[in-house]
Structures are given as C-alpha cells and as structure tokens.
C-alpha cells in the first residue's frame, strides 16, 4: 500500500504536472508538423531541417552538425538529406573554407516549399500572443533554464543561448552581453544566437 500512495503522490507533483503539460505542447507540435508534411509529402523531420538549412550559415549545414542538432546519428540525418536531394529541395556543394566538408543548400525549389511550411507552428504563435507580456518573459525564461539544465546534464548537444555564452555575464544581478557591450532585459535572451561561443571553464 506505501509504494502505491508513493506513486499516487509522485504523479500529482507540481514537477510531474509541468513535465506532462510539456510533453502535450510537444505532441501538439508534432501533430503540426506532421499536417504540413502529409500535404508536400516529405516528413517532419525532413521539414525541420529545410527550416534550419534556410536560416543559418554554412558552418552550421553540414552532416555531422545537423546531426548534433537534432539528436540523430548521421546514418539517419544523411537519409533524410538524401531523401531532401532526390526531391530537389536540396544540394551539396563545396565548403568555400573547409574544402573537406561539403554544405548543404536548399534549391530555389526548396525555398518554394519552404515558404508553404514555415508558418506550421502559427497556431502555438497565435495562442503566446494572447498572453501578458509578463506571462510570456516569465514563461521564456522559465524554458530557457529547463533548456540550460538538459545541455548540462547531455540530454541536448547542441544549443546557442546566452545562458552558456562566453560572452553572457551577470554584473551586480543584472544580465549582460560583452559583445553587444549592453544589459539584456529578460525578453532579449537569445535562444539561437549567430554569434554563439560556447562557455569554456576559461572563459
């Protein structure tokens, strides 16, 4: 009987609520992603990284970095790249600085799909605009920590935030960026920084 109340009572912990209301927002989004997926017949996973090819630089489309950043091995990502080729959504081309790695690039027929995909997470969009302000900084802040927390404890590789920043710092409780040489206020946080340096025991 003293294990099943224990159980009981782990179930109904503030902590267990949280973490079973993110798992429903992420079903929701999968649900999302895979409606747009069904209508240009290419899977979520294929539609997240066109998403991530279309709006970041070269260092960051190659094999072994998608693979990092969505937790896939490479025998799987390089699948769905082939996949994206074969569909003429994408291409590989020479790296202009690493010559030994090659870039991947979405083609003018790509960009066209890209453009019919992107808006697949407006619903989620729609309902945070609905809330205060306050809610929203609170309830970013409060993702960016959970996020920080999962890097530190690797069950997330890759991440550009300013929480794990070389040039993130707290100066006299107030947060600050060495490279914008400015204070942040809670809601200019990055979450996929360009200008991302990993924190280093250093730094």
């Known amino acids: 009987m003293k294990h099943k109340k224990q159980i009981n ?3 109904n912990s503030l902590e267990r609520k949280i973490v079973i209301s993110l798992e429903r927002i992420s079903n929701a989004f999968r649900v999302l992603l895979w409606e747009k997926a069904k209508l240009h017949n290419i899977s979520p996973i294929q539609i997240q990284i066109m998403l991530f090819l279309g709006s970041h630089s070269g260092d960051k489309r190659n094999i072994s970095y998608l693979a990092k950043e969505f937790n896939l091995t490479k025998a799987t990502l390089s699948d769905a790249i082939k996949s994206l080729v074969l569909k003429g959504y994408a291409n590989f081309k020479q790296n202009s600085i690493d010559k030994r790695t ?12 890209i453009s019919q995909i992107q808006d697949y997470s407006l619903p989620l969009i729609d309902i945070t605009k609905k809330m205060d302000n ?8 409060s993702l960016l920590r959970i996020i920080e ?6 069950h997330l590789l890759v991440q550009r935030m300013c929480l794990s920043c070389k040039f993130y710092q707290i100066i006299n409780n107030k947060m600050y960026c060495n490279l914008l040489e400015k204070e942040l206020h809670p809601d200019e946080l990055r979450i996929d ?3 991302y340096k990993q924190k280093t025991e250093d730094s």
Do not use: H
């Not at 090659?102 to 799909?113: A, F, L, N, Q, S």
């Not at 927390?149 to 690797?154: F, P």
């Open 9 to 11: 009572i782990e179930s």
């Open 193 to 195: 920084c360009p200008d």
């Open 149 to 154: 927390q999962l890097v530190l404890s690797d």
């Open 134 to 141: 306050q809610e929203k900084i609170v309830l970013y802040n």
């Open 102 to 113: 090659k870039e991947i690039v979405i083609t003018p027929k790509g960009k066209k799909i």
